[in-house]
Each structure stands twice: as structure tokens, then as C-alpha cells.
């Protein structure tokens, strides 16, 4: 059962260490050294991390479809950076079949400073959605 529209989720806390973005890398096969000379984590891993986060919390049931990303980097983060990560969602919209939901998460250095903002659509199937 989704979350009540509006409802802050706390996705947690992390440290960005270099394990992280070296696994990041090598699962994209991004070989680039630019990361690395300037000593920054890519953009895209931290939205990564952050729409897993959203995603366990979720727990979507099978057939749910990501179907758009926007993002809004605000500015570079450092390895071993840490950061937190918070969420809302929208009201589902029916179409059809399909339920679509939104959520907008926000990352924030420890510091309350915005990282990076991004809204995340997913499309549930009707069929899966629970009632009540």
C-alpha cells in the first residue's frame, strides 16, 4: 500500500564512499577518468541509490514499470560525503490499466544543503493495486 499523498518518506542516511561509486562505475562500464581526477561521485549513482531507496520503500508489486526520471543536480558531491534522503508522493492517477504514481525525493547534504531533486514516475498495474 502506497504512502498517503503528501507524506514525507525519510529514505535515510549514507556515506558516499569510494566503494560505492567504483561499483556504480563498473556496472555502467563507464571506464572514464574524470570521476576520479575530479574527485566527485556521478550524478547519476547518487539518483541510483536514491530511487532504490524509494523503491524498497515502496515495495511495488510485480509488473510495475519505472517510466520517468527527471533530475536536478544542484551540486558536485564528494566520496565520503554523507547525505540524506527524503520523498513524497503524489495521488495516483488511473489510466486505464494503469495506476500512475510520482514521487519527488529531495537529497541534502548533513549540513540541510540541496544536492540534488528529481521526480520518479512508475506505472502499477490496476490489477496489482490493493485496495483500501
Known amino acids: 500500500m502506497l ?11 549514507w556515506v558516499v564512499g569510494r566503494d560505492f561509486v567504483d561499483d556504480y562505475l563498473a556496472a555502467v562500464e563507464d571506464t572514464s577518468s574524470t570521476y576520479a ?18 523503491l524498497r520503500e515502496l515495495a ?20 565520503g560525503q554523507e547525505v540524506s534522503c527524503v520523498a513524497s508522493i503524489s495521488k495516483p492517477m488511473r489510466r486505464g490499466d494503469w495506476q500512475f504514481v510520482s514521487a519527488k ?24 493495486v490493493a485496495d483500501g
Open 37 to 54: 581526477e575530479l574527485d566527485v561521485v556521478p550524478p547519476m549513482a547518487l539518483a541510483a541509490r536514491a530511487l532504490g531507496a524509494l
Open 60 to 79: 511495488l508489486p510485480p509488473g510495475t514499470i519505472h517510466a520517468a526520471q527527471e533530475l536536478d543536480c544542484r551540486r558536485l558531491v564528494k566520496p
Open 105 to 128: 525525493f529531495t537529497l541534502r547534504s548533513t549540513g540541510g544543503e540541496e544536492l540534488m531533486g528529481g521526480k520518479s514516475t512508475v506505472l502499477v498495474p490496476v490489477d496489482q
Open 3 to 13: 504512502p498517503e499523498p503528501g507524506e514525507e518518506l525519510d529514505l535515510g542516511r
